[in-house]
């Protein structure tokens, strides 16, 4: 059983989800998705359906009731799986669903109740979160983080980022991570792109009502969002 983005109440969807159909709704850029409801209890349904409708490959996320909330993130808390493909679909939608239940979320204090989404994976060049507004609250400025490849690790700490500030007058202040090998001396975005990721960010704000974080990726030079929430640390 699946349902469009936006076509199911938020204790059907998670807050994930309702992110993702909100900038939609804003008309913002994100990949084609689905959502397995909470009450379909981890049940697909039909994969080929699915993946005539996103491709392939595709990224299997959790989308928690108690995930994305205003007061916590619950990031991390869930697993998401990316890379998969038809014939994985139904067992990765069911191993998702089930994560509601692992031992993270219950130290975590999380209820369980896991919808997921699937979506079709960017094939991901570039990619990290930016911040509406500074999260430590120094300033209205938005703040974006970017690294080659995947965001998954920029989003989890594994690696340092490239880190740009960009002001109200659009100038870009940029701070480069300490690399290795032949990226060592290249920029993730040109003050241009940092523009318009903070315009997007500003632009989610809007549409949300209160500062967001949103998680970004460029597939060689279109920009994607694929995540946005409120930011927890305000």
Not at 19 to 28: D, P
Not at 186 to 209: C, M, P, V
Request: aromatic fraction near 4%; proline fraction near 5%; glycine fraction near 12%.
């Amino acid at each position: 059983m699946i349902v469009e983005l936006g076509e199911a109440a938020p204790d059907q969807v998670g807050g994930k989800a309702v992110g993702l159909a909100r900038l939609v709704e804003i008309g913002l850029p994100v990949p084609p998705a689905v959502v397995v409801p909470v009450s379909a209890e981890g049940a697909l349904g039909d994969p080929d359906e699915v993946v005539r409708r996103l491709g392939e490959p595709l990224a299997v996320r959790s989308s928690a009731v108690d995930e994305d909330a205003a007061d916590r993130s619950a990031a991390g808390q869930y697993d998401s799986l990316m890379g998969v493909r038809a014939e994985g679909l139904r067992e990765a939608v069911e191993r998702v669903h089930a994560s509601g239940a692992n031992q993270r979320a219950r130290a975590y204090g999380l209820g369980g109740n896991v919808a997921v989404i699937i979506q079709r994976e960017v094939a991901a060049t570039r990619a990290g979160v930016a911040f509406s507004r500074d999260p430590l609250g120094r300033s209205d400025d938005a703040v974006i983080e970017c690294g080659f490849g995947h965001g998954e690790a920029v989003v989890s700490g594994e690696t340092t980022p490239d880190r740009f500030v960009v002001g109200e007058d659009r100038v870009v202040e940029v701070r480069i991570a300490a690399r290795f090998g032949p990226l060592a001396a290249i920029r993730t975005l040109r003050d241009d792109e940092a523009r318009a990721i903070a315009g997007l960010a500003r632009r989610a704000e809007d549409g949300f009502g209160v500062p967001v974080d949103v998680e970004f990726c460029f597939e060689r030079r279109r920009l994607w969002l694929v995540q946005c929430r409120p930011i927890t640390t305000l």
